[in-house]
């Protein structure tokens, strides 16, 4: 589209005007639909105020669920919440066989889909604005359609213990899944075989292995772990996955780094690398957290929306201390002196510890799901009978502009008391200013910014 001079300069003086003015919501709005967000300091340093106040009024709005506080409602335990991507629709993930759909926008319960599984409901996961997927300690998974909630699509077996993550790639059409038999299988949802049924396959196992998940664009497989440290799978190519690590066992590799930091951990590493010198697929794992010695069941990842970090949090051995820590995921390639300079090798040694922070250990036994905000500025995690929203730093900006040279405590932006028990999971709306979390007591509280 041509643009005469006269309009040209209406834009200069209006960049000029709007740079000189403190930004407010509106202004702000306004500068991103024309596409004239001026990036210089100040109004970056303006944008930050802003956001950092637009979540420090986030404040709890309605409760899905009964009023009576001393009873816990008929599903049980919230575990897991899940937006759909448009944000229309929140389903929850509940501890007594069911599944409960509500509407996020009024704030009202849809339906309750009692025996959706034969046990616990552990997680959900959209995979477009219609189709879901839930997965079971009855060692299943189950695909949805919120169209028609009467029946489930299909059911998929192939796990031999509880599954506890569900990750969907949109580049493969492939579903992901993982559990506490220590598999990650995939799945092709869209081919069947005969009797209509659909064939998982094994990409790889690991002892103790607590949850997986895919960067959003597919790049990198993350896995957390009950012994204390988390593996990074860079360039990741699933239909290679299984061939690449076949045999490959980091429970070995990490046992060895806990009983001897000596010359013979030099020597295993060296050969540990080449074997994993590869372009695809390639291992890293990482050790540096908070409590070295007393890190214990990594129960909790998520991944930051743009795949820069992860979010996990982990317990100490006596079940006593919790922390939540944000490890870098930036690719960072070394090579050994017997390869070429082009050639990814495991990498270890190298601190990707960010931030951290000492969590409240209410409700032991239970896993805490926190999440990132749709700005990856902000980290929301469960604490007692309430939540906390962390940043990056006290400025609230974003990691790549505060990525710290040693690891630095997370800072608190404001602690949310809503449940009457403990706070079990917690999510972002990816489209509406909306913050849902759910707790032990089964009831799930909508949170919006409140201006008065």
């Not at 501890?95 to 009692?114: A, F, N, Q």
């Not at 061939?243 to 020597?267: A, C, F, M, T």
């Not at 710290?404 to 009457?420: A, D, F, G, M, S």
Request: hydrophobic share 35%.
């Amino acid at each position: 589209m041509f643009i005469s001079g006269t309009e040209h300069m209406k834009v200069v003086e209006y960049r000029s005007d709007m740079a000189k003015k403190p930004i407010t919501p509106w202004n702000w709005l306004r500068e991103r639909e024309l596409g004239l967000n001026n990036r210089r300091v100040d109004r970056r340093r303006q944008e930050n105020e802003l956001v950092a106040k637009f979540y420090s009024i986030m404040s709890p709005v309605k409760c899905i669920g009964s009023a009576l506080y001393t009873t816990v409602e008929g599903h049980g335990s919230i575990f897991n919440i899940e937006f759909s991507p448009d944000g229309k629709v929140l389903v929850a993930a509940c501890e007594r066989k069911s599944i409960k759909v509500c509407d996020p926008l009024t704030g009202t319960h849809i339906t309750t889909i009692k025996d959706a599984h034969d046990d616990c409901v552990n997680l959900v996961k959209f995979l477009d604005h219609r189709l879901f997927a839930t997965c079971s300690d009855d060692k299943t998974v189950a695909l949805w359609d919120v169209r028609n909630l009467k029946r489930k699509i299909r059911s998929l077996r192939g796990h031999q213990s509880w599954v506890k993550n569900i990750e969907y790639c949109p580049v493969s059409n492939i579903l992901v899944t993982s559990g506490f038999d220590g598999n990650i299988l995939s799945w092709d949802i869209n081919r069947y075989q005969e009797k209509n049924i659909c064939q998982s396959k094994k990409l790889f196992h690991m002892d103790g292995l607590m949850r997986s998940r895919l960067t959003p664009d597919s790049s990198k497989l993350i896995i957390s772990n009950s012994a204390g440290f988390i593996v990074i799978v860079h360039d990741l190519d699933l239909s290679t996955l299984d061939r690449d690590l076949h045999g490959v066992d980091p429970i070995e590799y990490y046992q060895l780094w806990v009983d001897s930091k000596n010359k013979e951990l030099e020597d295993y590493y060296r050969e540990y690398s080449r074997y994993f010198g590869a372009r695809k697929n390639r291992v890293e794992i990482v050790t540096e957290f908070p409590l070295q010695s007393q890190v214990f069941n990594i129960s909790s990842l998520q991944i930051h929306p743009y795949g820069w970090c992860a979010l996990s949090r982990f317990t100490s051995e006596a079940e006593d201390v919790e922390y939540s820590c944000v490890h870098d995921l930036q690719d960072k390639r070394f090579s050994n002196k017997d390869e070429t300079e082009t050639e990814a090798t495991c990498t270890t040694g190298v601190s990707r510890l960010t931030n951290y922070i000492e969590e409240c250990s209410d409700g032991k036994g239970y896993i805490k799901e926190l999440c990132f905000s749709p700005d990856g500025r902000i980290v929301c995690s469960p604490y007692g009978y309430g939540v906390r929203l962390l940043a990056f730093n006290d400025k609230c900006q974003e990691l790549c502009d505060c990525h710290p040279n040693t690891p630095q405590e997370l800072y608190e932006l404001k602690t949310i008391v809503c449940h009457r028990r403990t706070v079990l999971t917690s999510k972002f709306s990816p489209m509406h200013n909306l913050l849902a979390t759910g707790c032990q007591a089964g009831r799930i509280v909508i949170h919006q910014p409140k201006l008065i």
